[in-house]
């Protein structure tokens, strides 16, 4: 049986994960726990990731593995809101995305809806700007705060 390349371009779709999030080799490398090495020779040596090495940068992606395959679009039958919602969040860091579900976590424990708009807005200056928005991280120590304090003057 002859060895035929599978018509999915897996190192097409790390790169075009990689770059929608404003990410180097470097930055991928960092968030899948790989080497920058061993992710660089898969271009240069035109070989595709092992299984785990996949399971990795998925987790460093934030998605699944079913998400990472999937063909059609996985946002079909959401609404507007939702679908910006989802790719604001490809956008954002393992760290951005963690401190986002602790504000939002906290948020709907208060029931507080200015402060969730407060705080996508806040997502969607960051994920929309690479330099550091002073703006956006003042916005999200405001909403911390309050959250903390129990206010919803943010």
């Known amino acids: 049986m002859k060895n035929e390349k599978a018509s999915f371009d897996v190192l ?28 660089s020779s898969w271009y240069r040596k035109g070989l595709e990731p092992s299984l785990a090495s996949l399971e990795r940068i998925c987790n460093g992606f934030g998605i699944t593995l079913s998400q990472f395959f999937a063909t059609d679009e996985y946002t079909t039958g959401l ?42 807005y806040a997502v969607y200056l960051l994920s929309n700007y690479r330099t550091n928005n002073q703006y956006a991280y003042h916005l999200c120590r405001r909403c911390k705060q309050s959250v903390i304090s129990g206010s919803s003057d943010a």
């Open 79 to 120: 609404s507007n809101d939702q679908t910006l919602l989802l790719e604001m969040w490809e956008k954002l860091s393992p760290e951005q995305i963690k401190a986002l579900l602790l504000l939002l976590y906290k948020c709907l424990i208060m029931a507080d809806i200015y402060m969730y708009y407060d705080i996508l």
């Open 12 to 39: 097409s779709k790390i790169q075009n994960e990689r770059l929608k999030r404003g990410w180097t080799e470097y930055t991928l490398a960092k968030n899948s726990d790989l080497s920058q090495s061993t992710v």
